[in-house]
Nanobody, 132 residues
Framework: QVQLVESGGGSAQSGGSRRLSCAVS???????????MGWFRRAPGKGREGVAS???????TYGDSVKGRFTVSQDSAKSTFYLEMNNLKPEDTAMYFC???????????????????????WGQGTQVTVSS
């Protein structure tokens, strides 16, 4: 049973920073290598938005709204990946979810894009609230 647990959510002022973490575990003590890891968010009254993704080789992809402000990274030794959020804006207020998938191929190609349909495992979410 693969489990993803987010942490690091909370409140921030506009222009501030927060760092989200997503710990991946199996619950059985066995390691489980993920190829693609991603972050998504859902703001009140809006649909789910792909924020960023990173593959096991470290290649990253970002949504247009966060480019230059957010950074996704991973620590494979800790089975954890991160989302560093800088220069936060009130419109970044949302529930943030991490997701992961072990498969390198999706839709017939090897890729790791922040497309929610390509991810098999999801965390429960952590709230980030940015005030102006």
């Amino acid at each position: 049973q693969v489990q993803l647990v987010e942490s690091g959510g909370g409140s921030a002022q506009s222009g501030g920073s927060r760092r989200l973490s997503c710990a991946v575990s199996t619950g059985s003590g066995h390691s489980y290598t993920m190829y693609c890891m991603g972050w998504f968010r859902r703001a009140p009254g809006k649909g789910r938005e792909g924020v960023a993704s990173i593959d096991s080789d470290g290649k990253t992809t970002y949504g247009d709204s966060v480019k230059g402000r957010f950074t996704v990274s991973q620590d494979s030794a800790k089975s954890t990946f991160y989302l560093e959020m800088n220069n936060l804006k009130p419109e970044d207020t949302a529930m943030y979810f991490c997701a992961a998938d072990p498969a390198p191929y999706y839709g017939g190609t090897k890729n790791c894009s922040p497309d929610s349909k390509r991810f098999s495992y999801w965390g429960q979410g952590t709230q980030v609230t940015v005030s102006s």
